[in-house]
Antibody, heavy 122, light 115 residues
Framework: EVQLVESGGGLVQPGGSLRLSCAAS????????MNWVRQAPGKGLEWVSY????????YYGDAVKGRFTISRDNAKNSLYLELNSLRAEDTAVYHC???????????????WGQGTLVTVSS | QPVLTQPTSLSASPGASARFTCTLR?????????IHWYQQKPGSLPRYLLR?????????GSGVPGRFSGSKDASTNAGLLLISGLQSEDEADYYC?????????FGGGTKLTVL
């Protein structure tokens, strides 16, 4: 059974930092691209960042570029997101989301973790 | 103007059909894009419904009933999600997404009310 379990969220002051983790199991983690997607309370889905299966290719959304850093450790079946210079508008549940590609055919979001809540407030 | 625009809400009756639109910004042609669709019920995770690019390039999510289907309307430059035989359990938020210029972009979501 595919499982994605996030951790590391919490309450942080504006300007602070957090490191989120996502532990993957039930599939060959090193074969899949991964993403972080967030959802602010009562709002829609917002894509945050992408990392390729090897970690060699990374992309970020404009709202977090320069402040967040995505990484992965395939030996530990884990995905990470380093959040710096946090703002009130970063308050959201952060989900790790699996993506798979077969050639140019991409399936995005077939599995989602339950998410971890990040609250940025003084 | 957002890359993807979805109506805020949609209402339909049980047993009827619902048609969700995901309109691409002017200047972005829907033709080449694979449109992903998700369902999110209150308090639940988004669920992958399907991916649609054409009738020969489409994928149903695992366990997703055949009454959920995708399409495109070139005349309105939109991806479509069609649900037939609406049930009360279909009441949820529905999101579309595309891979655009090395980013995933979501639409703002449409809230479906079944009444």
């Amino acid at each position: 059974e595919v499982q994605l379990v996030e951790s590391g969220g919490g309450l942080v002051q504006p300007g602070g930092s957090l490191r989120l983790s996502c532990a993957a199991s039930g599939f060959t983690f090193s074969s899949y691209e991964m993403n972080w997607v967030r959802q602010a309370p009562g709002k829609g889905l917002e894509w945050v960042s992408y990392i390729s299966s090897s970690g060699s290719t990374i992309y970020y959304g404009d709202a977090v570029k320069g402040r967040f850093t995505i990484s992965r450790d395939n030996a530990k079946n884990s995905l990470y997101l380093e959040l710096n210079s946090l703002r009130a508008e970063d308050t959201a549940v952060y989900h790790c989301v699996r993506e798979s590609s077969v050639g140019v055919i991409i399936t995005f979001g077939d599995y989602w973790g339950q998410g971890t809540l990040v609250t940025v407030s003084s | 103007q957002p890359v993807l625009t979805q109506p805020t809400s949609l209402s339909a009756s049980p047993g009827a059909s619902a048609r969700f639109t995901c309109t691409l910004r002017s200047g972005i042609n829907v033709g080449p894009y694979r449109i992903h669709w998700y369902q999110q019920k209150p308090g639940s995770l988004p669920r992958y419904l399907l991916r649609y690019s054409s009738d020969s390039d489409t994928q149903q999510g695992s366990g997703v009933p055949g009454r959920f289907s995708g399409s495109k309307d070139a005349s309105t430059n939109a991806g479509l999600l069609l649900i037939s035989g609406l049930q009360s359990e279909d009441e949820a938020d529905y999101y579309c997404a595309i891979w655009f210029r090395s980013t995933w972009v979501f639409g703002g979501g449409t809230k479906l009310t079944v009444l």
